[in-house]
């Protein structure tokens, strides 16, 4: 529980992602679990970089999403413990968001989750700290999960993606400007680099047109 104390504190360029094969429900345990998996990046090479693009768009906050659209770098630093920094960069900017354990697993799951929770209460106002605890309430109920495949340069491996909906039935929604009906889907895999293809926030638009908001985190692919 490590990773979820952590949060308290603080298409794909892939591929397609297929079509499911199996849609299951997950217990409440294994939801977490799946969600933050230890040791995914015990056999990554240290000398390697891992790059991820977060593009975020918002109807309510325009500006908010062009300024949080951009790059994430996880790479590692040698120490005790060793340690597993995450840093943004947009263009020529580049800022640090933090060093975490590299033992425990890879954080670009606490940085969705943090930044997701940032853009709501940014976007439709409320309490962060509401917000939070309900995201993290969802983190460890029994979820959806989907086998699928991936596809990782020029392979297909299998993956699961895992859907939350954190405000399902909120008694607050009518305040939520929409975000109630937000999902968060994260895919993973084994055979994928870090764990996490990738992790996906959309609220749907209440008549079908464009999300309300949407922020993508997607790996990509070594060149």
């Known amino acids: 529980m490590r990773l979820l104390m952590a949060i308290c504190a603080a298409t794909l360029l892939l591929g397609g992602v297929g079509t499911a094969q199996e849609t299951t429900m997950t217990e409440a345990e294994e939801t977490y679990d799946l969600?933050?998996?230890t040791g995914t990046?015990?056999?990554l090479p240290r000398g390697e970089t891992?790059?991820?693009?977060?593009v975020v768009e918002s109807a309510l906050a325009p500006d908010a999403a062009e300024r949080n659209t951009g790059r994430i770098e996880l790479t590692f630093e040698a120490g005790e413990p060793e340690a597993a920094q995450l840093r943004f960069l947009q263009g020529?900017?580049?800022?640090?968001?933090?060093?975490?354990?590299?033992?425990?697993?890879?954080?670009?799951?606490?940085?969705?989750v943090e930044t997701v929770v940032r853009d709501m209460a940014e976007a439709a106002g409320g309490s962060s700290f509401y917000i939070r605890n309900r995201v993290k309430a969802a983190l460890v109920e029994p979820a959806e999960i989907e086998m699928r495949e991936v596809s990782v340069g020029d392979e297909t491996v299998a993956a699961r993606t895992v859907t939350l909906l954190p405000f399902e039935g909120d008694p607050n929604a009518e305040k939520m400007?929409?975000?109630d009906r937000m999902e968060l889907t994260v895919t993973m895999s084994e055979d994928v680099p870090g764990w996490y293809a990738s992790l996906d926030a959309t609220v749907p638009a209440a008549d079908g047109d464009?999300?309300?908001y949407?922020?993508?985190i997607t790996l990509e692919p070594d060149e």
């Open 92 to 112: 020529d900017r580049f800022k640090g968001i933090g060093d975490f354990p590299a033992s425990v697993g890879n954080p670009i799951i606490m940085y969705f």
């Open 214 to 216: 949407s922020s993508t």
């Open 210 to 212: 464009a999300p309300v």
């Open 41 to 43: 990046l015990d056999d």
């Open 177 to 179: 400007q929409g975000f």
């Open 35 to 37: 969600l933050f998996r």
């Open 50 to 54: 891992l790059v991820y693009d977060r």
